[in-house]
């Protein structure tokens, strides 16, 4: 038999100690942002490290009870904007000088990773299926290029980007950025060359022209440009078909601190701070905020008093503030993936199942043995839960239970089962079918001492599907188990407790396609010309390949 196990990809990464941040309601005021003394800028590149980050390390599809504590605290802070720092266009530059100055960053580090933060934030929301086409409309300085790295990520990630960069630097860095995206074919466009509705051309525009140094009123040809990122939002206003509007830090034309003061400017579906966000950002309005740039040190966060979220995982982005309502009916995924073809596929189901859950643990998908079983007593009533798949073999799926719950009972009723791999990130599913039995004693016996010491004592105290008081009963008998077997080294197995084997009858593999247009694969027995073979069966063609 296979034995499924974790990958060490797939294992849990310890998680940073989290600096506690003591914070009061006046720290979020402008008036009130602490400010470091002149001695700070001196010591700041010597004491930068030595301090806990109050950012937690990646957890990556983490298996530990870690990370669902870890999941619960972005979401917290992720719905609560009030509890976010916010910064003055001071701060902002004293923070620029600072990780530029000691503590040893380079412009065009910074200029990368905010523009990495930008095109994954697009990548949360805006999915390249269906928003395309973008835009980056790119400004002299820095905010500019952080928008000509920007649209070279979102090159790689799948769209198709375009560039106006009308008054272009002639640094070395910002024509390093323009020879890398003309590699790419990424084409550059003139103001000329712009139509005068924006939406006719592009789903997507980035709006990377000014960010929290700009003083002043924008002169040509920005101003014009200004304009047409105004004019969409009247278009969506009057239910038009419009481009979506993306700005960098800063809507270009804001005041870094009072916002769209007179109402009339840019109106962004989304904003993505950088560092931390500016006082401006308070008055935005648009349905996603995001904060980029993961790379403010403690020593900054301490002495500005900074509360910032966590970033979850290894993302370059985090959502501030809640997502906004969607209407569900609306929620649909237009899935690109390779096609699933009858010449491509294993002739044996059980070899076609081994090969994509192979590429669903090297994908580093969560859990991919888990699946949803589903079982039906004599009453005739389906219920369903999700089980881990803790074996498969020429016989069958294994996977173990509590032998007086209530999918115990329905399977001792009806001893036929369905089983649900689904693997998103993949875009697969498939379903097996089949009659069940339990597995030998020895063969549960085995696993259960395989298993770690709580999650033995775990099975004897969980009396699944019945009713207890509260989870200080589970807690406490788990405990007075712990003490008795303390001494000893082999935990008894239950008796109530043990593995089945689904036996398949039917397979079904289905690889989501763009247009609904699924590929739907079925493995069914079938005896041809006096042998077993396995049918496979795409509707409405059906293929036959022998049954070994």
Known sequence: MLLIRRSRAMTCLFLSQLLPLTLSHSHNNASSTCKPSRSFYYSL????????????????????????????????????????SYLTQRDAAEIDEILMGPLGFSVDQLMELAGLSVATSI?????????????????????????????????????????????????????????????????????EDLPSDLSKDFDIIVDAMFGFSFHGTPRPPFDDLIQKLVYLHKCNQTCQKSSLIVSIDIPSGWHVEGGDVNGEGIKPDMLVSLTAPKLCAKKFSGPHHFL?????????????????????????????????????????????????????????PMDQFLKWFDDAVAAGLKEPNAMCLSTVGKDGKPSSR??????????????????????????????????????????????????VQKVSDEESEQYFHSRPRGSQIGAIVSKQSTIVPGRHVLYQQFKELEEKFSDTNLIPKPKHWGGYR???????????????????????????????????VRIPEVYFVPWE
């Open 45 to 84: 590149a010597k004491n930068a490290w030595g301090s806990t980050c109050p950012i937690s390390l990646p957890a990556i599809r983490s298996f530990a009870s870690n990370s669902s504590i870890e999941a619960t605290r972005v979401m917290q802070s992720m719905t609560n904007p009030e509890s976010i």
């Open 292 to 348: 980029g740039g993961r790379f403010v040190p403690p020593s900054i966060v301490e002495n500005y008093k900074l509360h910032l979220p966590p970033y979850p995982g290894t993302s370059m982005c985090v959502r501030i503030g809640k997502p906004p309502q969607i209407d569900i009916s609306a929620l649909r995924e237009n899935y690109i993936s390779p096609e699933f073809l009858e010449e491509q596929v294993e002739a044996n």
């Open 502 to 536: 689904l036996k398949p009858e039917l397979f079904e593999f289905w690889q989501g396609q763009q247009s609904r247009l699924h590929d739907r694969l079925q493995y069914v027995p079938q005896e041809i010309r006096g042998k077993q073979a396995w049918k496979i």
């Open 123 to 191: 990548v949360e929301i805006y999915k390249p299926s269906e928003y395309n086409r973008v835009l980056a409309i790119c400004g002299p300085g820095n905010n500019g290029g952080d928008g000509l790295v920007a649209a070279r990520h979102l090159h790689h990630f799948g769209y198709k980007p375009f560039v106006c960069y009308p008054k272009r630097t002639a640094k070395p860095l910002y024509t390093g950025l323009v020879t890398q995206l003309e590699s790419l074919a990424v084409p550059f466009l003139t103001v």
């Open 386 to 435: 999700m089980v881990l798949l803790k074996g498969v073999d020429k016989d069958g799926f294994v996977w173990y239970t509590n032998y007086e719950s209530r999918k115990a009972n329905q399977l001792s009723e009806n001893p036929r089962a369905s089983l649900l791999f689904y693997w998103d990130g993949l875009n697969r599913q498939v379903r097996v079918e089949g009659f």
